[in-house]
């Protein structure tokens, strides 16, 4: 009869259940992954799967009790690393949703909203666009490898039981708000300029002629001009979104290494 002693029991434990907390932790916050389109039971199967694929090739992980406190204190901080990997590079996306929301309320079609079965609320049309033409333009750059790429290098900068949560690294990760922030305004901006520009001349010939009614003509005017702008600006837009992407994956990095040993 084949029996398994306490100690065996808890080896097993340590060994799978550590990193699988950190594998569906990134899994249920990255971008691609946490997509209400994919099943619950799809997304728990990539991570196991992942986690069969990289457990084997990890370090023993140190000697405890899974049910301690200390075991228990280290299984939350796994998750919360994996989770801190894939809500960077969630916000990194928002990015595109950010400066549809601002090119939106430019052309004066915010208020054509779209519901977004991810969010589970309004979305504005032209954000919900940017962020599918983001979706495709990360999987053409293979984001979704280069994340499972991210989070087995993970272990080796941030193994298990080897560092401490500490303020400073979250901290610091705080810098991908600001980074989705400017770079949906940087995204929008030829389209700001362009509406500036448009929305001048309408108020200078409107000066010229008062009988113009700037009401009626200003709208079909701006959202043209904006439409045209956005379709020329297109083939520049997927080498911008590739610098926005690369920059989260270098927010990453620096979080894990930013963490003590």
């Given at each position: 009869m084949l029996t398994i002693t306490a100690a065996q029991l808890d080896a097993l434990l340590l060994a799978w259940m550590y990193p699988l907390a950190r594998v569906l932790g990134m899994v249920s916050a990255a971008p691609i992954f946490n997509s209400r389109a994919t099943p619950l039971r799809i997304r728990l199967a990539i991570g196991?799967?992942?986690?069969?694929?990289?457990?084997?090739?990890?370090?023993?992980?140190?000697?405890?009790?899974?049910?301690?406190?200390?075991g228990i204190?280290?299984?939350?901080?796994?998750?919360?690393?994996?989770?801190?990997?894939?809500?960077t590079m969630r916000?990194?996306?928002?990015?595109?949703?950010?400066?549809?929301?601002?090119?939106?309320?430019?052309?004066?079609?915010?208020?054509?909203?779209?519901?977004?079965?991810?969010?589970?609320?309004?979305?504005?049309?032209?954000?919900?666009?940017?962020?599918?033409?983001?979706?495709?333009?990360?999987?053409?750059?293979?984001?979704?490898?280069?994340?499972?790429?991210?989070?087995?290098?993970?272990?080796?900068?941030?193994?298990?039981?080897?560092?401490?949560l500490t303020d400073k690294p979250w901290l610091g990760l705080l810098r991908v708000v600001t980074l989705a922030f400017s770079s949906?305004?940087?995204?929008?901006?030829?389209?700001?300029?362009?509406?500036?520009?448009?929305?001048?001349?309408l108020a200078v010939l409107t000066r010229a002629a008062p009988q113009l009614n700037i009401f009626a003509i200003g709208f079909p005017v701006t959202s043209t001009v904006g439409l045209i702008v956005m379709i020329v600006s297109l083939e520049a837009l997927a080498p911008a979104m590739q610098l926005v992407f690369e920059r989260g994956f270098e927010l990453v990095g620096q979080f894990l290494r930013a963490l003590p040993g």
């Open positions: 196991v799967v992942l986690t069969v694929a990289i457990a084997p090739m990890l370090p023993p992980p140190p000697a405890m009790a899974p049910g301690s406190w200390a204190a280290l299984f939350v901080q796994q998750i919360l690393i994996g989770s801190a990997m894939g809500l916000i990194v996306m928002a990015a595109l949703d950010i400066a549809g929301e601002i090119i939106g309320l430019q052309m004066g079609l915010s208020f054509a909203t779209f519901f977004d079965p991810d969010t589970s609320a309004q979305t504005a049309v032209l954000g919900e666009f940017l962020g599918l033409l983001a979706i495709l333009v990360f999987l053409a750059l293979n984001g979704h490898l280069l994340l499972v790429d991210v989070l087995i290098r993970s272990f080796e900068l941030a193994p298990i039981g080897g560092v401490k949906g305004l940087l995204l929008a901006l030829p389209i700001i300029a362009a509406l500036l520009i448009t929305n001048i001349s």
